[in-house]
């Protein structure tokens, strides 16, 4: 069985390419690290440690690497007999390999390979699996789309596993935390009968990616940014502050609340959810940076993203957002300079108005929650420690 995976970076290779190899696939590694991609084809393995007091490895095998900058016509190859093909390489970047894959598609068509294949996009979004598909459309003929129709699904999926940013001598390491948790969206599949042991197949990926994303990804952010705002620059140092545990408690328990409400999870289960999330960010085994977890603070303000679509729909619901609000003005003191969208972000703040920036950021058109976010960045701002 053959899989084509494109990123190989932290979650490709510690989540992703683990579950992979685990089920039997040869994988093929797509990115343009050219390091990375050297050691691959080099090694044709590499390590994976757990982060916890086991410190236990594992070794995935049967790897190569294909750089898309170089060797775009190997991509196509690859992708023309491909059993699965799974992306992990951040929701800005789906748009930029979207040519690959429909090329890819069109070679499975003119190879009358009509065997189905499905392509899972396991980024941190709402969407990201048929997001992929619309760019991949974009880049097909009607009658490549009608192929693809039949025998190329999309299916959503929501990843979860916290792998910080890697430094170690060897460039294929990888140390993650324990915990993982993989849930695709049966109903969107074209190949239902290939199921991947180790991931879990939803009827409906809504509850399941909304629960990951507002409760691991906002909590984890509010972390970030509540910590940078104190002059932390690492999560764990962060956490241990009481008043940054005491602000993603709020935001945990506003975004439960709605998830509560919306979904009709149980309240036991879901504050047990919550605390396991807690204890994973303080995991003392991971080292993992604010300037990660807080990266890209444009994309993290959208209007389907992690705080904004929470606090829309807690508004909406007449529940609570008070904390997330608070959390939003401090995103706009985020000043990272590795970060290009920080920096974007803080030249925006000098050049426009205030409002502009927020309304360009948040797509929000609520007068209301857009004079509120503006109170509470004026408060972070005044109230910002040294970072
Ligand atoms: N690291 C984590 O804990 C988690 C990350 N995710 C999601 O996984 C995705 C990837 O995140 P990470 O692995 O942390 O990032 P990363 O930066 O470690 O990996 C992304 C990889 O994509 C490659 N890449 C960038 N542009 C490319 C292009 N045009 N063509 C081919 N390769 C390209 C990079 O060289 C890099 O190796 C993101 O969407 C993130 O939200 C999801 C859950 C957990
Ligand atoms: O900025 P992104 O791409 O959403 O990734 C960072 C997120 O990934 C995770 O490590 C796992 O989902 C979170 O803990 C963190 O919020």
Redesign the pocket.
């Known amino acids: 069985m053959k899989a084509v995976h ?7 290779r ?2 992703i390419g683990e579950t992979l190899a685990e089920n039997g696939f040869e994988i093929k590694f ?4 050219e390091t ?1 991609i050297d050691a691959l084809n080099a090694r044709h393995g590499y390590t994976i440690q757990l982060a916890d007091e086991s410190q236990k490895k594992i070794q995935v095998a049967h790897v190569s690497g294909i750089n ?2 170089k060797d775009p016509d190997k991509v196509v190859a690859a992708l023309e007999d491909a059993d699965i093909v799974t992306t ?4 800005k ?1 789906l748009k ?2 979207a040519p690959l894959i429909a090329a890819g598609i069109q070679s499975r068509k003119q190879h009358h390979n009509e065997k189905k294949v499905d392509v899972i996009a ?4 709402i969407g990201g699996s048929q997001a992929l598909k619309k760019e991949v459309y974009a880049h097909l003929e009607p009658a490549d789309q009608e192929f693809a129709d039949q025998v190329i699904g999309f299916p959503n999926a929501a ?7 890697q430094k170690h001598e060897d460039p294929l390491f990888v140390s993650v935390e324990p915990f993982k948790e993989w849930v695709v969206d049966e109903s969107q599949m074209a190949a239902p009968e290939l199921k991947l042991k180790k991931v879990h197949y939803a009827p409906d990926l809504e509850p399941f990616i909304e629960r990951k994303l507002f409760s691991v990804n906002t909590g984890h952010a509010t972390v970030a940014y509540t910590g940078k705002h104190k002059g932390y620059d690492n999560i764990g140092d962060a956490i241990a502050d009481p008043d940054v545990l005491r602000q993603l408690k709020r935001v945990l328990k506003e975004t439960g609340d709605l998830l509560i409400a919306k979904w009709d999870f149980d309240r036991k289960e879901h504050e047990a959810y919550q605390e396991k999330i807690i204890g994973r960010f303080e995991n003392k085994y991971l080292s993992d940076e604010i300037a ?1 977890v807080g990266r890209t603070p444009i994309r993290k303000l959208g209007y389907d993203e992690r705080f904004i679509r929470p606090i829309r729909e807690a508004k909406e619901r007449g529940l609570g957002y008070a904390a997330l609000l608070e959390t939003v003005g401090k995103i706009y003191t985020f000043n990272e300079p590795q970060d290009e969208e920080s920096q974007k972000l803080q030249q925006m703040l000098k050049e426009e108005s205030l409002e502009e920036v927020i309304r360009e950021t948040t797509g929000l058109k609520d007068e209301e929650l857009l004079q509120a976010i503006a109170a509470s960045y004026k408060e972070a701002a005044a109230t910002k420690q040294n970072a």
């Open positions: 494109f990123g190989a970076g932290n979650i490709g510690g989540f797509v990115d343009v690290n990375i898309n900058g992990a390489i951040g929701p970047i930029f390999i396991c980024e941190n979004m990843v979860d596993r916290i792998v910080p940013l990660r």
